[in-house]
C-alpha cells in the first residue's frame, strides 16, 4: 500500500515529527511504502506560516531518506508572503494550504496512493483542497486527518469550518490536549473520531541503572548535583521561562550549591534564557544545551542524566516528552491543565503553569524528599504499560489501514 503522510514543517527535533517518524518506520516495517510531504523551511515559509519558534532558514535537501520513507520537501511560491497581515493569519493558512494542496495532488498522481494521512490544521485543509482532484487518480484513496494541538477548538467559526472541512475524511484522530477536541467532536462525527495517545517508545526509554554518572560526563554535566531537566521547544507556549524562575527562586531560598537546571531545546526563547542566566550570575547552576534529533541514540540519554523532569506548558494534555522522562523513571512536574488522562495522575506533580511560587515550591517538595524520586522509578511501569508504542502505534496504523 502507498502511503502519503502530510505535515506542513518537518524539523528533527519536533514532537509530531517525532509521531510521524515512529508511524513511518511501523508501516515501512510490515512492506507499505510511505512518502513524507513537507514544506521547505525556508524565508517564504517563514514569512507566511513560521514553525513556533524558527525565525531562520534550516539548510534542507527536497528529497531524502527517514529510515525506509521518502520525505518530500516543496518549495512554497514566493507570493504567499504578501498574505501575512498578522502572526497565525488565518487567511495566510489559507494560502499555504492552497499551495500545499498541488503538491499532494502532483505526489498522489505520481505515486499512486492508497491513503493520504494528514497531520495538523494546513496539511487537513490542503487534503480538503486536493480531495476532488485527487479522488480521479485514486478512486480507492482514504483521507485520515489528525489533530496534534488546540487549533480546532479555540474559537466557534473555526470549529464549524473545520467541521465542514474534515466532511470528505474516513477517520478523524486526536491526541494530546484534542482529548477536549475530542469531546467537542464526537457528536459530530460519531464513528469516524478517534481518540489515540500519544505513546512512548518504551524500548527507547526507559530505566538504565548505574549510569547516571557516565551519561552526564557524556554531556559535561557535574556528577555531584540534583539535576532539574527541562526538555522542550523554547517558545512561549511551552513556558519554559517559568521553569528558569522557579528554578532562580529555589536556589535563592534553599541553601544548596548541589542544584542544577539543564534545559535542552531550541527556539526564538533562547536568547533571553541566556541574558537571565547571564544577569543572575547562573552559569554553575543552569546549562542551555542544543536539542538532539530524536532518531539520534544519544536523545533518550538525556532523561537518565538528571534527578527530576519539569516541563510546565500552557496547554498540553499526553506531552511526548513527559512520557518519556516517566518512563525513564524521573518523577515529573508537569502542568495542571485539560486533557491529562486519568491513569496519569497518581505518578505526575501537577502545578499551574502561571505560578512560579507554585513549581518551586513542588521542586523544593521533590529535593527534601528523595523517597518521591525511588517512588518514580518504581512506577515507571505504570507509564509504559497504558502508553507503550506496541500497544498505542498499531491501533493507529490499523486506522489508516
Known sequence: MNILIVYPYFIATG????????LSEHLTGFGHNVIILTCRIDRTLISAYPPEGIETPISESELEK???????????PNYCRLFRISKGSYLNLLVVAYELSKSIIKVVKKYKIDRLYACEAAAIIASYFAHRRIKKYSPNLKLIASLHTSFAIKHKPVHEAMRHILTPFHKVVVTNINQNTYNRFRKDYENRLIFISNWVNDRRFRKRYNCKQKIRRRFGIPEDRIVFLCVTRLVPAKNPLNVLRAFHLLKERVDRNDLMLVIVGEGNLRPIIGKYIQLFNLHNYVRLLEPLPHFKDEYPLLYNLADVFVFVPFHEGVSMVVLEALASGLPAIYSDVPGIPKNL???ITLVNPYSIKEIYSKMKVLIEEPNIIERSKKNSHKVTSHFSISKLL???ADVIL
Open 345 to 347: 495522575l497518581d505518578v
Open 394 to 396: 498499531p491501533n493507529l
Open 66 to 76: 527517514i529510515g525506509k520513507s521518502l520525505l518530500v520537501r516543496t518549495k512554497l
Open 15 to 22: 514532537g509530531v515529527e517525532k509521531h510521524i517518524t515512529e
